[in-house]
């Protein structure tokens, strides 16, 4: 007998009257639970990927005849309105009891308008901005038939080698935990029942960014007290701003993967925190403890991951081919598997999906609200916050729109593709901006001067036609940097300088002795010793998604005085790697004046530009800084106020950045750590009294027992606009 749609409705409509309930939809899950075979139950528990996008190995080609045998109850890469109310009818009129399918996707930093990587947004500091372009990308996600984002990825980055910096927030706990919240506010907006908010999916729990030596899906081997103190807190800000789900990662931690391991999954995710979503592995992690070493076969694998909590499996077909069995010879209970399957079950109710299986996507709001001029505004503004000014000597920017002529040279000049960043979902390159059509905008045909220079990966030699091109002008821009799949996933770089004969371009560029500014494109950290003693100028600009080039514009001509921090540390090269700001003091700091203490032979122990830094076109001031109470007990709160004044000459932000110190711990502790931040902006000459208010308890740490302790002692705070430049007063802690 077929259960259709309208029959389990009826049965739900019963089960709830039956009797409230005190979990949200028990009664309608119950119903639904009563009528379901095992092995729809296990199709619950399955996300397979359609065949639209592919983001891993595709294990499973003819998903569709699973679907309408109800062996899969979430898909994953397939979106747009039309394609996705396709695969939703078949699931709701062609299976058994209809239950709706769940669709997820990768919208990282956009669906169809791409804003700038994650990375490049972290370095705005501006959680307003933040979270709004989540909350775009969900709207356009929503319209698009999507009702799950595999995002934030708040995945703690220390090693830039590593391809996925660029979809984090950097290497900072306390600037990754804000992101983190900002981000599952903007994707899940204040009600999932609304049909434009979507579940976000904290992700990769965890750890991953400690991948050794930054070669992706490499092992992990950190302390619990790190772990604990820099990884975790970021999933935890997360959940508690209400993500809906969390995803496993693909590293081992402390000898067991992820996806197999109870002491993350149970004992941190449902017992310490209480996590009430869902967990959905990351692509075919299952299968992957077979290598791993850890599964015999991919039955043993299958139940090492259901038993450590894991609910759904992503395109490993592991649950699928195997549950079934392990039920029966009793190695899986029912309550297991029913167990996880309510957790879905309630995802697809809070999303509405049973009321309607069709309220999300639709072709009227995906013609009006994608790429909406609204939206592209706000990308245009996230960009210009995204971008830090690393570099000015003698004031070469801004530029004048009344100079003679402009060269604009370089691979990624006129180039729209690589503007996308990794991880562009569906955004598309024709939709981006070229800095070259951005600079059009502003300045007359005559006055640009254009050529590529040399490919961003090439071996070119001979750069005459350039050099001759910027030979008559009066300024040379020149945009360099990486290509976009040089960064993201499964894109480490055991080097981080400019790819192919980029520096070889700008050397030759530069014995024109005429002020050259570089623009830099990239998902990670570069080393660019060279063009830091070189060059008069250098912005950061990431990648920025569609409208980079009017915002990186607006940037070069002053239209926008550049505002970002880099919340992630640049090396002076890759010897020096890992290198983070708030790293331990150990017991030979360096001393130049004394040989044995900790150093290397040929480099300085410094970054090339530390955590928090960027350059503005005005200066500002901190002054008048005032601690309330200087004796305080761990119930308490550091009441700090300073004056932060404009001494320029033109309107800019200031990121006002509070670090403490803890002196003695009874483990060692890092030598400084961020603990609040402040975006000010200020007309010139104008001065705004700023107030922290950091509560005691905050400044902890996991001790040897893994118990988190405030301990007594004096704490040092800094106040200032890097992790380098900043003054210091001091605090007891009774
Ligand atoms: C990838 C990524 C993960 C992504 C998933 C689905 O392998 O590791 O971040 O969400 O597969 O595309």
Not at 152 to 168: N, S
Not at 206 to 217: F, I, S, V
Not at 378 to 388: G, P, T
Not at 595 to 624: C, H, M, Q
Request: some cysteine; aromatic content about 8%.
């Amino acid at each position: 007998m077929r259960f259709n749609f309208f029959v389990i409705l009826l049965t739900i409509c019963l089960g709830s009257m039956i009797g409230k309930t005190q979990e949200p939809f028990k009664a309608e899950i119950d119903s639904i639970l009563n009528l379901m075979t095992l092995e729809e139950k296990i199709g619950q528990l399955t996300l397979y990927t359609s065949g639209w996008d592919v983001t891993g190995p595709v294990l499973r080609e003819n998903y569709l005849d699973d679907l309408r045998q109800g062996k899969v109850g979430n898909l994953f890469n397939a979106h747009t309105a039309a394609y996705n109310h396709n695969l939703q009818k078949i699931a709701v009129e062609e299976t058994r009891l209809g239950i709706p399918l769940l669709f997820g996707y990768d919208v990282i930093h956009g669906y169809k308008t791409i804003f700038p990587i994650s990375l490049a947004e972290s370095a705005s500091w501006d959680m307003d901005a933040i979270e709004r372009s989540a909350r775009i990308a969900a709207i356009e996600a929503a319209a698009g038939g999507l009702h799950w984002t595999f995002a934030p990825m708040v995945d703690i980055a220390r090693d830039p080698r590593w391809g996925r910096v660029m979809e984090g927030a950097g290497e900072d706990t306390y600037l990754g935990s804000c992101i983190a919240k900002a981000r599952v506010k903007g994707f899940q907006g204040s009600d999932l029942a609304s049909n434009n908010t979507i579940l976000a999916c904290a992700k990769h729990f965890a750890a991953y960014g400690a991948a050794q030596a930054g070669r992706d899906y490499h092992t992990v081997d950190i302390s619990e007290n790190t772990l604990r103190d820099i990884y975790l807190p970021p999933f935890k800000a997360a959940l508690d701003a209400g993500v809906a789900t969390f995803m496993t990662s693909f590293n081992e931690y402390n000898g067991m993967p992820a996806t197999g391991s109870k002491f993350l999954l149970q004992d941190v995710l449902r017992d310490d925190w209480k996590f009430d979503g869902f967990v959905v592995t990351d692509y075919t992690s299952i299968n992957e403890m077979i290598p791993h070493g850890v599964a015999a076969n991919l039955k043993h694998a299958a139940n090492l991951a259901i038993q450590a909590g894991v609910d759904m499996d992503m395109q490993g077909a592991a649950y699928a081919d195997y549950l079934e069995e392990l039920v029966n010879e009793n190695s899986v209970s029912i309550s297991q598997i029913e167990g996880a399957v309510r957790q879905i079950l309630k995802a697809k109710y809070q999303l509405g999906l049973f009321d309607d299986p069709y309220r999300y996507g639709d072709t009227l709001l995906e013609k009006n609200l994608i790429l909406s001029n609204g939206h592209l505004d706000a990308a245009r503004d996230m960009a210009k916050k995204s971008i830090v000014l690393l570099k000015n000597d003698n004031q070469t920017l801004p530029l004048k729109t009344s100079l003679r002529k402009i060269a604009l040279i370089g691979p990624l000049a006129n180039n729209q593709d690589n503007l996308l960043g990794a991880w562009a979902a569906s955004g598309r390159a024709s939709d981006c901006v070229s800095l070259l059509s951005g600079i059009q905008e502003v300045l007359n045909e005559s006055q640009i001067l254009f050529h590529p220079g040399c490919r961003i990966n090439g071996e070119e030699t001979d750069f005459s036609e350039a050099v001759s091109i910027a030979s008559q002008a009066d300024a040379i821009i020149v945009a360099l940097g990486e290509e976009r799949h040089m960064s993201g996933e499964a894109a480490s770089r055991s080097s981080i300088g400019l790819p192919g004969s980029q520096l070889e371009l700008v050397k030759t560029l530069s014995a024109l002795d005429k002020p050259i500014i570089v623009v830099l494109m990239n998902g990670r950290p570069l080393a660019i010793p060279w063009l830091d003693q070189r060059v008069d100028a250098i912005l950061e600009t990431w990648f920025l998604g569609n409208m980079a080039g009017p915002a990186i514009t607006d940037v070069l001509f002053g239209k926008y005085n550049p505002s970002g921090k880099l919340p992630i540390t640049f090396p002076r090269n890759e010897g020096q790697i890992p290198i983070y700001y708030n790293m331990k003091n150990t017991g030979r700091p360096f001393n130049a004046t004394d040989n044995y203490t900790s150093k290397y032979l040929d480099v300085a122990n410094e970054p090339l530009y530390p955590f928090g830094f960027g350059l503005s076109y005005t200066s500002f001031r901190i002054e008048n800084i005032n601690i309330f109470d200087s004796v305080l007990t761990i119930y308490d709160d550091l009441v700090l106020t300073a004056d932060l004044k404009n001494n320029g000459t033109v309107s800019g932000e200031e990121v006002v950045q509070l670090y403490i110190t803890d002196k003695v711990g009874s483990l060692t502790r890092p030598v400084r750590e961020l603990k609040g931040f402040k975006k000010i902006f200020l007309e010139p000459g104008q001065s705004e009294q700023i107030r922290f208010e950091i509560p005691i308890r905050s400044l902890g740490f996991h001790n040897a027992k893994m118990d988190y302790v405030v301990e007594e002692g004096a704490f040092d705070i800094h106040l200032g606009n890097s992790s380098t430049n900043t003054v210091t007063k001091s605090i007891i802690v009774q």
